[in-house]
């Protein structure tokens, strides 16, 4: 009975997959995938060209979701607090502009320069990285430690409307406790924002 319910679990994944063209959000624990994916300057970016850094924070957002407006000085913040000790932060945008019009790779340029981003925001044009991420919303942030090995998934704070009202800086907490060689302590959350724009097949 055991082996035939396992069976039925794998069949019901297996099709949950081809029906979603994504897997399953990866647990924390699990190494992350490595990407190589265009940058607002033009160049390819991938995680490997960090290598040796103590962590490395990536976030999957947009050009036009509103929960993604409200935590972008965030994450400009972020890699203000965080490049200097050579923690690359590296944005996502994983949005098919065919559906959504202004999460182009021109309006990535655009916004780029607009809100003077110093970190790369790539364009998972392919959402190759968004699939082996499993990612489901923008934003939608993971902190790897120096292993790449997942630390934690979620939010990005506690509060997308008040930078300062936020009392549980999720990304934060868990950097600092990679950087310390602790536990950390909130592993996951939900992920608060707009649903990605999947290309349709």
């Not at 297996?14 to 624990?29: H, I, K, Q, Y």
């Not at 780029?112 to 942030?141: C, E, I, M, V």
């Not at 790449?148 to 934060?172: C, F, L, P, S, T």
Request: glycine fraction near 4%.
């Amino acid at each position: 009975m055991k082996s035939i319910n396992l069976l039925l679990i794998a069949i019901i994944s297996f099709a949950m997959l081809s029906l979603t063209g994504r897997s399953a959000e990866p647990d924390v624990g699990q190494k992350a995938s490595d990407f190589n994916l265009k940058n607002v300057d033009g160049k390819m970016i991938s995680l490997s060209d960090f290598k040796g850094a103590p962590a490395y924070v990536v976030i999957f957002t947009c050009n036009s979701c509103p929960y993604a407006k409200d935590w972008e000085d965030r994450i400009i913040d972020l890699h203000a607090k965080y490049a200097s000790r050579g923690i690359p932060v590296l944005a996502i945008n994983p949005n098919d502009p065919s559906i959504s019009g202004d999460d182009s790779f021109e309006k990535m340029v655009e916004i780029s320069k607009k809100q003077n981003y110093t970190f790369p925001y790539l364009f998972d044009q392919q959402q190759t990285a968004a699939r082996a991420y499993g990612a489901t919303r923008t934003p939608h942030a993971y902190v790897l430690d120096k292993n790449m090995v997942i630390r934690y998934i979620g939010a990005i704070d506690n509060n997308h409307k008040n930078a300062k009202a936020a009392d549980k800086k999720y990304v934060e907490e868990a950097v600092e406790a990679i950087l310390q060689n602790k536990e950390v302590k909130t592993k996951s959350t939900k992920a608060i924002g707009c649903t990605i724009k999947w290309t349709k097949s």
